[in-house]
Structure formats: C-alpha cells, structure tokens
C-alpha cells in the first residue's frame, strides 16, 4: 500500500543518520521500493487513471508521478502495492479487462527527494532533534542562519543541506553575533557555497545591491519601508537622515519625491550611490555620508540653497506628443524645483530619538546663517518627523507613554496632539520596534 511505501520513505529523526564521520553522507539516503505497474500502451495510460475501479489502487505518494515510461514506448500506471495479491478484486479485474500486464517496477529515491527540514531532522542526534533549526532568512542569494550554540557542532552540513536544497541560494552563513556595532552590522562566518557576500535583493519594486557583511540590511522591514513610502506624496521632499543602502530613499525617488539621502557608514554610501545610479534615480536623490545630527542641521539649508528636481512630469501618450508638435496642446511645463522639506525618516531604533535635540532652533537665523524660512515653514507646513525607535514596554498605551516622553526630553517640547506611534514588529520577547511621526513642533525648530 502507498501508505506503506510513504512509511519507508521517513527519515529517521535525531539518530545521526546520513553522517559519517561528521560528514554528510549522500549515498546513505539512496533507497529503492519496488511497487506494482500496469504495463499498457501509451494511449491506454489515461483510461487506466480515471477508471474508478483503480481510484484506492493508483499510487499516491508525495513527488512520484502516477505514471512511469515502459518498454516499448508502453506506459507503467503506478500502482500503490507490491504483490498482486493485495490487489482489490475490481481492481485486478478492470486491468484484465483493459488487457494490462502487471510487472514490478522500482522506484529509486536519494538525497535530492526529502526536503530541508527532514534531512536536518535526520541527521542530528537524538537530544538535538527537537529543537533543530528550521528556515531561514534568505538576503538575494545568501542564507542567513542563527544558529544556537549546541547546533555549531553541525553548522558545516547544516550549511550544505540548505545550500544544496535550495536552488536560489549560492551563499550560507552563520550570525556570529548581535547587532551592537554603531553600523548596525552584525559578523558572519561562511558555512557552505562561494564567499561571495555582494547581493542584489528586490524590494518595492527597486534592486538593491549591497555586501552583506558591511552594511545594515533586514527583509523583515519590507512592509515598514512600503508603509512610509505610501505616506509621502509625490511631490514632497523627504530627508532620510539614515539611510542605509536606500530602501526608503530610493522607492521614495520612484514614486516622484525628491530625496535628500544620509548615512555615515561609508560603505552604506558607496552602495546608496550605486542603487541611485541602478534604480535610475539620479535626478532625484542627493546622497551624503555624514553624522545624522550634522546632517539634520544643514538639511534646510541645503534644500533653500540648492533646490531639488521637480516633480516629474506626467508621461505623455504618442498622440498628445504629436499635439504638442503641431502646436495644438501647450507642452508640459515643468512644475518649481523643491526646497521645502515635508518628512525626515529616521530609522536607528536604538538611538535615533536621542538625535531630535538636533531640531532645536534648527530654522532659527543662528543655524540658517540669517536665513528667513519662516514663509516656507509654517504650523501646517512643518515636516513630519518618522522616528524609529525600541521601547521595552509591551503594551500600547505604555509603549506610548514611555516613546512620548523620551520624544519631549530631546525635543524640550512635548510633540502635537496628531502624534501617531505605529508599532512595527517584535525585535525580541522584551522588545517592541515603533515608528512615532508627529509635525516638528515651529517652536522647536524657531526656537533658539
Ligand atoms: C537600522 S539601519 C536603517 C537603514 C535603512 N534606513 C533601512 O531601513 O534599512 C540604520 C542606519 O543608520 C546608519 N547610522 C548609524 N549611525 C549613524 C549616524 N550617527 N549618522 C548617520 N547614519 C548612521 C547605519 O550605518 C545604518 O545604515
């Protein structure tokens, strides 16, 4: 019965099977079972499927097709049994019916057949078998692990199962630490595949490449970054004061805003530059490599000084170019260049709240080197401000209360009635990541 035959077809779990010598052994997972076949002519092969006599009778296993080539361009209709005479009656005499000679056929499985998770389940041992890792996170081409220390012993053919099973992936590596550096780069030890760390990753509709090992990158933020970018209009200029490869920026620029893009690892600013040029956003994007509390100081400046690129023009159909041609339509004017900013992203959870003092007196003369802004910002037109920030408090309202107050610390002003604190994910079983917006307070920014 095929239920038999998916019964010879578990692994063994927690008893070191597959290894040898630490090593993984490939030619121990070869294993063949011989099943039943109706041998008939190839034309004959669909009448044998769909007869109901043989419904419990057809094989019926995971990734087995029902229907084998035979001798003589005859076709095999697998059956689930091995001997004849386990063959319901109806069943054996349909086949007779149909003429169908029932011959033995082997059917040949290896490593290649059983997935991820149960040939790791398979290999461990016994005390380990329960909590085996399972999944990974994959970043372009790269599997990225985490595995607990009483796996390492096994990091090297975890690495090769995953690589092997796992067409996309030419890369495992293994987290060796927690993210603590100021880059919020984390070091990895190479477990299988080619040490190639440069990755190219597709998210909201851009390519992003980077080297994984130098920069700060996490998938699990998609939704996040897709978030933000919905909130800006196409017409505003935004002000990502970390900006890391551009996953906020450069889908931003897409859209139509104008972007002013920063951030102080070098290597961040050399690939933010690169998926500017990639993404074909140019026009739209400025990147700078600096401190995000100097960066946040000369950004009105900078925007008043040297505007940004228009909104850009709507596309234009064959016909209406035509229009244009003959003189029949007005061509499209191109609309101001942008100096006015209308958000400031700033996602460094960790520390990014305690960088807001930055905004004090920020569109004061002091800062503006006696520039007069205050027509081009007022109440309504403030920027929003998008800070990520950590809080360990789990529930909302106390998360709130704690991000609120530590929000009025640095700004010295308590932030509008129209704050939003939108929770982002779990980062760890005490720690919730949000994301609080409010409009910079005028008396903060003017202030002196
Ligand atoms: C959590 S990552 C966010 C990157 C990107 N915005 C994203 O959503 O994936 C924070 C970024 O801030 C940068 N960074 C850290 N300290 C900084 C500072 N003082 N000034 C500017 N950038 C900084 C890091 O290099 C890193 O790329």
């Given at each position: 019965m095929s239920e038999g035959i998916s019964k010879q077809l578990v692994l063994p779990k927690g008893r070191g099977f597959g290894l040898k010598d630490g090593v993984l052994d490939k030619d121990a997972f070869r294993k063949v079972i011989p099943v039943l076949a109706a041998q008939v002519p190839a034309e004959k092969a669909g009448i044998l499927l769909k007869a109901p006599a043989l419904k419990r009778s057809l094989?019926?296993?995971?990734?087995?097709?029902?229907?084998?080539?035979?001798?003589?361009?005859?076709?095999?209709?697998?059956?689930?049994?091995t001997n004849e005479a386990d063959l319901p009656p109806e069943a054996l005499s349909f086949l007779h019916s149909e003429s169908a000679e029932l011959v033995s056929h082997e059917l040949s499985f290896d490593y290649d057949y059983w997935s991820t998770d149960e040939v790791i389940h398979a290999i461990l041992p016994e005390e380990l078998e329960a909590g085996a890792p399972s999944g990974?996170?994959?970043?372009?081409?790269?599997?990225?692990?985490?595995?607990?220390?009483?796996?390492?012993?096994?990091?090297?053919?975890?690495?090769?199962?995953?690589?092997?099973?796992?067409?996309?992936?030419?890369?495992?590596?293994?987290?060796?630490?927690?993210?603590?550096?100021?880059?919020?780069?984390?070091s990895m030890e190479l477990l299988a595949g080619e040490p190639d760390f440069v990755v190219t990753q597709s998210e909201n509709d851009c390519r992003f490449t980077f080297d994984f090992r130098e920069v700060y990158w996490n998938s699990r933020l998609h939704t996040e970054h897709e978030r933000l970018i919905h909130k800006f209009d196409k017409d505003d200029l935004v002000a990502d004061v970390f900006a890391g490869v551009g996953p906020f920026a450069i889908p931003a620029?897409?859209?139509?805003?104008?972007?002013?893009?920063?951030?102080?690892?070098?290597?961040?600013?050399?690939?933010?530059t690169l998926n500017i040029a990639e993404n074909r956003v140019g026009t739209f994007v400025r990147p700078f490599c600096e401190d995000g509390r100097e960066f946040i100081r000369r950004a009105f400046n900078r925007a008043w000084d040297d505007p940004l690129a228009p909104v850009p023009l709507p596309k234009i159909s064959r016909s209406e170019q035509k229009e244009i041609r003959a003189g029949q339509r007005p061509a499209p004017a191109p609309g101001p260049r942008r100096n006015r900013i209308g958000h400031f992203v700033m996602n460094l959870p960790d520390t990014a709240i305690l960088f807001l003092d930055a905004f004090r007196g920020v569109l004061s003369r002091a800062n503006t080197d006696g520039r007069d802004l205050s027509g081009l910002y007022d109440e309504n037109s403030m920027p929003m401000v998008h800070t990520h920030c950590f809080t360990r408090e789990l529930e909302p309202e106390k998360a709130e209360v704690d991000i609120r107050q530590r929000v009025e610390e640095k700004l010295g002003h308590p932030p509008g009635e129209d704050t939003t604190y939108h929770w982002v994910r779990s980062v760890a079983p005490q720690k919730e990541m949000y994301c609080v917006s409010f409009r910079l307070p005028p008396g903060v920014a003017f202030g002196s």
């Open positions: 094989i019926d296993v995971a990734k087995v097709k029902s229907v084998a080539r035979g001798p003589n361009q005859d076709r095999l209709v697998l059956l689930k049994f990974f996170a994959a970043v372009g081409h790269i599997a990225h692990l985490n595995l607990r220390p009483e796996y390492l012993p096994y990091k090297h053919v975890i690495g090769q199962i995953v690589l092997d099973k796992n067409p996309t992936i030419r890369t495992v590596v293994n987290k060796l630490d927690n993210i603590s550096t100021q880059f919020r780069v984390f620029a897409k859209k139509g805003c104008a972007v002013l893009a920063n951030d102080l690892n070098p290597s961040s600013h050399k690939y933010l």
